[in-house]
């Protein structure tokens, strides 16, 4: 067994068909790979479209479950499970091209690495708001290209969606930390940098990233984001780069703008206009539609408000994102 596919899975059945239903038709051989779905749904609620969708395929779909468990917790137990010698995370609501693993196999091939990831993208087929959440979180004008990305202004360190390693790795390091609520997969990132392996891109590891459906979805999911920066940033000193207060940075700078622009009719709330609205330029060029670049405004603002705040709210201790225990 080559590759164990994990992804943790909590309710949302519709998603977890699709997500099964795409990795169980990749164009590579079935015996080859493995699919782990470590539950934690109320009531086992899950079990009964699992079994139905292992009756349709000739691919292993292996199923965990123990009631409420928790994210890291559901990898890790994964891992112990998994027969694969490379292991591969993934979330729940993504979709798999069916090249996925043959670009994986490709990559490290090239390059055998010890650890990697993969980009994320909405394809044609996803909602305008989808594709539009899709530019906000991996745009280079937006994160500087932090999740993944043939350009970038950081360090890359895989994260959950889409990130693998030789299954070694994985327990030299411990595997996920369960102190950490959000932002895990970042830590496990770091932790694996730091222990000297070699960390890779393959920018053909493409998976389809749904995300949230909802601005307020969204908003919810980028505000843990931010709470995890501060989380991760006490755990390993250094960390904390420009790239990731930038965020921070704009919401502050447009609150001081707008009360400058009200109190003494200063005009340095055009330059953080313009910037929230180069989104409809750059994502309406991208997608070739109006509508989406409209929603990339919206979801580039939501962003920053949302990743900011969860920010602000861990540093001045009044969030609910810090390191457990």
């Known amino acids: 067994m080559k590759f164990s596919l994990i992804a943790p899975t909590y309710g949302r059945p519709d998603e977890v068909s699709e997500f099964v239903r795409s990795a169980t038709a990749l164009a590579f051989d079935p015996t ?115 999740r993944g990305g043939k350009k970038s202004t950081t360090t890359y360190y895989p994260r959950g969606f889409n990130m693998g390693m030789k299954r070694e790795v994985f327990f030299a390091v411990g595997g996920y930390d369960v102190h950490f609520k959000t932002g895990e997969d970042v830590d496990l990132s770091i932790r694996i940098h730091h222990a000297g392996y070699r960390v890779g891109f393959i920018p053909t590891a493409v998976v389809w990233h749904k995300r949230r459906s909802t601005l307020k979805q969204f908003f919810h999911q980028v505000r843990r984001f931010g709470g995890a920066r501060w989380a991760l940033a006490q755990r390993h000193p250094g960390q904390l780069k420009i790239t990731h207060l930038f965020p921070v940075f704009l919401l502050l700078g447009t609150v001081v703008a707008i009360l400058l622009a009200a109190v003494l009719n200063w005009p340095l709330l ?56």
């Open 32 to 146: 080859a790979f493995e699919i782990i779905l470590s539950d934690g749904t109320p009531r086992d609620a899950l079990r009964p479209l699992v079994e139905a969708l292992q009756k349709e395929t000739s691919v292993a779909v292996r199923f965990l479950h123990e009631e409420g468990l928790p994210v890291s917790e559901a990898r890790n137990w994964a891992a112990k499970q998994a027969n694969g010698t490379i292991l591969l995370f993934l979330d729940s609501d993504c979709l798999l091209p069916s090249t996925y693993l043959t670009q994986i196999e490709k990559g490290l091939q090239a390059a055998d690495w010890d650890a990697f990831g993969g980009p994320d993208d909405a394809p044609s087929d996803f909602s305008p708001l989808q594709k539009a959440i899709s530019f906000s979180m991996t745009s280079l004008w937006t994160t500087g290209g932090i």
């Open 270 to 325: 055009v330059v953080f206009i313009a910037y929230f609205l180069f989104p409809f330029l750059l994502a309406g060029l991208q997608y070739r539609s109006a509508k989406i670049g409209a929603f990339a405004v919206a979801s580039t603002v939501v962003m920053m408000l949302g990743y900011g705040i969860g920010f602000l709210e861990a540093f001045f201790g009044g969030g609910s994102h810090r390191v457990r225990g």
